[in-house]
């Protein structure tokens, strides 16, 4: 299997599954998945994160904040590796409760990624509402 094909196949299970608890409620999953090296970054469309602490802080929010996820799907518009480096950008189309209120919403989502140990790991992550 090619670099390529092993991180399309990482990006369509380990990353999808890690959302998708996140939307459950469980960070844990996108937590194991992020970098432990600095520099690590949101931009994000709830708020945004600078370094691994608020990180940290962000993910534990979030996952206090979503529960009932009906549907979750990343649509993978590109993507590349170059090296221990990769990138994605795509669109999260999400139904999920935010604070126990039903809601329905679609990201544009840039993240970048870089091999760590053998594995792959998000290092930068920038999302916004894709209606803006």
Not at 84 to 91: E, P
Request: hydrophobic letters at 35%; aromatic letters at 12%.
């Amino acid at each position: 299997m090619s670099d390529h094909e092993a991180f399309l196949t990482w990006v369509k299970t380990t990353l999808h599954e890690a959302e998708l608890a996140l939307h459950h409620g469980d960070p844990a999953p996108r937590r194991a998945i992020w970098s432990r090296n600095e520099p690590v970054s949101v931009l994000g469309a709830w708020r945004n994160a600078f370094g691994r602490q608020e990180v940290e802080e962000l993910f534990t929010d979030l996952g206090r904040s979503f529960s009932d996820c009906t549907s979750y799907a990343f649509e993978l518009q590109a993507y590349q590796v170059v090296g221990d480096m990769a990138y994605t950008v795509g669109f999260e189309h999400t139904s999920v409760s935010v604070r126990g209120e039903p809601d329905t919403y679609t990201l544009r989502v840039t993240q970048v990624y870089r091999r760590e140990g053998g594995e792959w790991k998000v290092v930068h992550r920038h999302g916004d509402a894709a209606d803006a």
